[in-house]
């Protein structure tokens, strides 16, 4: 991928990416996350071909991961968590979107992901299907249960 | 409804919620599945979970080219390392493989009580050409 094709493709994606990572696991770390995402995927992308869906696939299964990893390192260290949880609580002033990314944060990661794909980028099964590395009957049944917690969630809200 | 009731008109009652076109078969459709009534409430939900405005700039994208440009060029330089190790480790399973014909070539040129000698010359020009490699590229990698 040529320096152009990067900025066009950066450009595209990170809004959508930035902001899922923040409502997953906070702004302090996000920038982190989204940064190593693009890493990682500027220096695989010169080994395979993919199409622009399967390119944002491969970048949601990295910042997964990613976040997946941050989120047991968090675990570990309760110090780091509380820290973070007062930052989420000083950045945002709206208290419905503070709310909301609480809310959305307290969801399993993957439920997360699912919903993010299928709800805000508009990923098919088949998509998130890659994106997951899981079948697609599997997507359905996941995303079946992702979309009950969230459900639940708004519903208290 | 299970997983397996999903609503296959889903796909449409989202796309229609998304851009406002709705005809009359999405929208009785719609009175009558609580999935895609389920749907369009989540689909309004996230949508304005990500529509909130971030305070800060996202990451420059030239920082990232270049700090991927600089780690592949790093890899680079690394691989030749590998491949040298890899060279003179299978110059060394040759050797070893044909040594009876290298053994019988040298057994002519040099008395037979010699051959110990020989070997040992062989063993110790191999051990300090490695030494000597492993040396030049740990100093490499330090200089980097």
Redo the contacts between chains.
């Keep these: 991928m040529d320096?152009a094709a990067?900025?066009l493709f950066?450009?595209k994606t990170?809004?959508?990416l930035?902001?899922?990572v923040?409502?997953s696991c906070g702004?302090d770390v996000a920038?982190d996350i989204?940064?190593e995402a693009?890493?990682r995927f500027?220096?695989s992308a010169p080994m395979v071909k993919l199409d622009e869906a399967q390119m944002r696939a491969y970048l949601y299964r990295t910042v997964e991961s990613l976040i997946v990893n941050r989120w047991h390192r968090r675990q570990r260290d309760e110090r780091i968590m509380q820290a973070a949880n007062r930052d989420t609580g000083t950045?945002?002033p709206?208290p419905v979107?503070e709310e909301?990314?609480r809310a959305?944060a307290s969801l399993d990661p993957r439920h997360r992901t699912l919903?993010?794909m299928a709800?805000?980028e508009?990923f098919?099964h088949k998509e998130i299907a890659t994106a997951a590395k899981v079948g697609e009957k599997s997507v359905?049944?996941l995303?079946?249960?992702a979309?009950q917690m969230?459900?639940k969630v708004?519903k208290k809200q | 409804m299970?997983?397996?009731q999903?609503c296959t008109m889903e796909?449409s009652i989202?796309s229609a919620h998304?851009t406002e076109r709705w005809n009359e078969l999405l929208e009785s459709h719609l009175k009558s599945c609580t999935f895609c009534q389920?749907?369009i409430?989540?689909?309004k939900?996230?949508?304005?979970?990500?529509a909130?405005p971030?305070?800060?700039r996202?990451?420059d994208?030239e920082?990232?080219?270049t700090?991927?440009r600089i780690?592949?060029a790093s890899r680079r330089r690394f691989v030749p390392q590998w491949e040298g190790i890899a060279a003179i480790l299978a110059a060394a399973c040759i050797a070893v493989w044909a040594w009876s014909p290298v053994e019988s070539v040298i057994t002519k040129m040099v008395p037979q009580h010699s051959m110990l000698l020989v070997l040992f010359l062989v063993s110790l020009t191999l051990a300090a050409g490695m030494t000597l490699f492993a040396l030049s590229e740990t100093l490499d990698l330090r200089r980097r």
């Design positions: 320096h990067f900025r950066y450009e990170v809004p959508m930035r902001a899922f923040i409502r702004s920038d989204v940064q693009f890493l500027l220096q950045l945002r709206d979107a909301m990314s959305f919903l993010w709800y805000v508009g098919d359905r049944v995303l079946f249960r979309r969230l459900m708004i | 299970n997983a397996q999903i796909k989202i998304a389920d749907s409430e989540i689909a939900w996230m949508g304005q979970l990500a909130i971030e305070e800060t996202p990451p994208f920082v990232i080219w700090m991927s780690t592949q």
